[in-house]
C-alpha cells in the first residue's frame, strides 16, 4: 500500500478551523510563505507527538496529502515518529524510503521503532544498512544494537556482539555515556560474560541502578552471591527492581533462601510496596525452604494488593502449597484463579503426585487437556511421575508415547529416566534394561541411577553391577547415592566381599555419603516471619 493510501484509510476534510490550526489565520493580502507552514506543520505535529491521542495527527498527514503540499525533511521524520507512536509501523518505513537522504535520527528512530515492537530481524537489518550507507553509528544506535542482540536469539550472536559493539565505541571515539555502558553490561551479562560486564561497570563514574541491576542478577545466575551482595551494598539510589533482583537471586538456593525474605522485609522498610516480581519471587523463597507459614503470611499479604487475581501469583501460590504437602490449599488456590495456564495446571499434577495422591494428579492431566490446555515437558514429567509412583505401567506408557506423537514433544532424558522407574518399581526390570538399550540417545547418569534403585528394590545384583559401572563412568563423584544402592544390592544378595568392595572403591575416590536434613517446619524460619511496620 502506497503512503498515498493513507487518505483513504482515514478520509478527513479540514475545516477552516483546522486550517487555522495549522497554518494559522488566513490574511488574503499576506498570504503565509513556505517557511511559515513548514514551522506550523511541524509545531502542530510535535503538539500531537507529545499528546496521549497522537492518532489524531495522522489526519495531518491526510491534509498534506491531499493539499499537493512538499514537506520537508524535518516534517517527514516527525510524521515517521507520529506513525511510530501509532504503532503504524507500515507508514513509517514508506516514509523512512521516501526521504530524499535517510539521516542517522531517521534510522535510530526507525530501528527504536521496530525494536519497540519485537521485530528484532527488521532493526538488525536496518542497522547494517545504516553501517553500509556511511554512516557513523552514535551511542543511541550502539545501544540499540546491543539491545537487539540480548532479545534477537538466533537473529545474530550473542556471545560476541557487545565485544564486536564494545571494539566499534573505541574505534569511533564515541561517547559512551550511562544509556550506552549499561546496554553494553546488559549485553555481557546476558551473553556469560560477568567478567567484562564487571570492567565496563568499574568504569562508570556514577552507577545507574539499572546497571546494578543487571550486575547483581549476573552474579546470582552464576552462583557468585557476595559479589552480587557487594553491588547490592554500594547501590547508593535503591528501588523496587533492584531489590527484587536480590530477593530473586537468593529465592533460587537452600542456602539462601532464607535471605530473600530478610531483603523482602527490608525493601519494605525502606517504603517500597512489593510489585508482583516481589511476590514471585518470596513465594518461590517460601517453595525452596518449605515454609508454609511464611507463605501463608506472604499470601495474606497478596490479597490487599492489586496483583492477588494474576495468572502469576495463583500459579506461584498453588506451586508453594504443594511443595509444602498442603496439597488441600492448593487445590482452593487453584479452583479460585480466574485463569489457568500451563503452569498451574502443571503444579497441581506434581503436587498430588509427589504427595502420594497419583489418582488425582492424573486427573487434572485429563482434565487440563480438555480445558485445551497443551502439556509441556514438565507437566508430562508430573504425570509421568504419578504412574510410576501409583505402578500404572500401561497409563505411563500411554503418556508417554503421546508426547511426540501428538504433541511433537521430543521427550528428554528426564522423561526417559521416570519410565525406567516406573518400568522397574513395577518390576519388570527385563523390559526396563530393553528401554535402555532402545533409547535413541546415549543414556545419561539420571537414567542409569533410575535403573540401578530398580535393580536394589528387586534385588538383581547382576544388572545393578552393570548399571553402576555405566554410572560411574559417567560420573563416579558425583553420585554417592548409586555406591549405596550397589552396596545395598549387594548386601541384600549376601555378597559382603564386594559390599567391602565398593566401600573401599568409595574411600579411593572421596566419596562421602549424603548427609539427610530438613528444612521443615525450623524455628529459624519462622523467625523470618516478623515482617517489619511498614509492611504492607
Known sequence: MKIANLVHVRPFIFSPSHTRNLHGP???????????????????????????????????????????????????????????????????????????????????????????????????????????????????????????????????????????????????????????FTALVDSYVKCGRIDYARKVFDLMIEKSVICSTSMISGYMNQGSVEDAEVIFMKTIKKDVVVFNAMIEGYSKSVETAKKSLEVYVEMQRFGFSPNISSFASVIGACSTLVGFEIGQQVHGQLFKSEFVSHIKMGSALVDMYAKCGKVEDAQRVFDHMPEKNVFSWSSMIDGYGKNGRPIEALEHFNRMKECGVEPNYVTFLGALSACSHAGFVAKGHEIF?????????????????????????????????????????????????????????????????????????????????????????LATAGKWDSVSEVREIMKSRGVLKDTASSWIGTESVSKTSRWGENAN
Not at 401 to 422: G, I, N, Q, T
Request: with cysteine; glycine share 8%; net charge neutral.
Open 26 to 180: 488566513v490574511n488574503p493580502l499576506f498570504p503565509p510563505n513556505e517557511e511559515c507552514i513548514f514551522l506550523r506543520t511541524a509545531t502542530a505535529l510535535q503538539n500531537y507527538i507529545n499528546s496521549e491521542t497522537p492518532s489524531h495527527g495522522q489526519k495531518v498527514h491526510s491534509y498534506i496529502l491531499k493539499s499537493g503540499f512538499r514537506p520537508n525533511t524535518n516534517i517527514s521524520i516527525k510524521l515517521l515518529i507520529l506513525h511510530l507512536k501509532c504503532g503504524c509501523l507500515k507508514y513509517a518505513r514508506q516514509l523512512f524510503d521516501e526521504l530524499p537522504r535517510q539521516t542517522l535520527s531517521a534510522y535510530n528512530y526507525m530501528i527504536g521503532g521496530y525494536l519497540k515492537h519485537g521485530l528484532v530481524t527488521e532493526s538488525i537489518n536496518l542497522a547494517r544498512r545504516l553501517v553500509l550507507e556511511g554512516h557513523r553509528p552514535d551511542g543511541i544506535t550502539l545501544s540499540m544494537i546491543l539491545k537487539a542482540s540480548t532479545i534477537g536469539g538466533n537473529v545474530i550472536s550473542q556471545g560476541n556482539s557487545g565485544s564486536v559493539v564494545h571494539t566499534q565505541i573505541v574505534k569511533s571515539d564515541v561517547q559512551a555515556d550511562d544509556v550506552l
Open 401 to 489: 508415547e503421546s508426547m511426540a506423537r501428538d504433541y511433537s514433544l521430543k521427550p528428554r532424558m528426564d522423561h526417559y529416566a521416570c519410565m525406567v522407574d516406573l518400568l522397574g518399581r513395577a518390576g519388570s526390570l527385563s523390559l526396563a534394561w530393553d528401554f535402555v538399550m532402545g533409547m535413541p540417545e546415549k543414556p545419561n547418569s539420571d537414567v542409569w541411577a533410575a535403573l540401578l534403585s530398580s535393580c536394589n528394590l528387586h534385588g538383581d545384583v547382576e544388572m545393578a553391577n552393570v548399571a553402576a559401572n555405566e554410572l560411574f563412568k559417567l560420573n563416579a563423584a558425583g553420585r554417592p547415592g548409586a555406591y549405596v544402592a550397589l552396596s545395598n544390592a
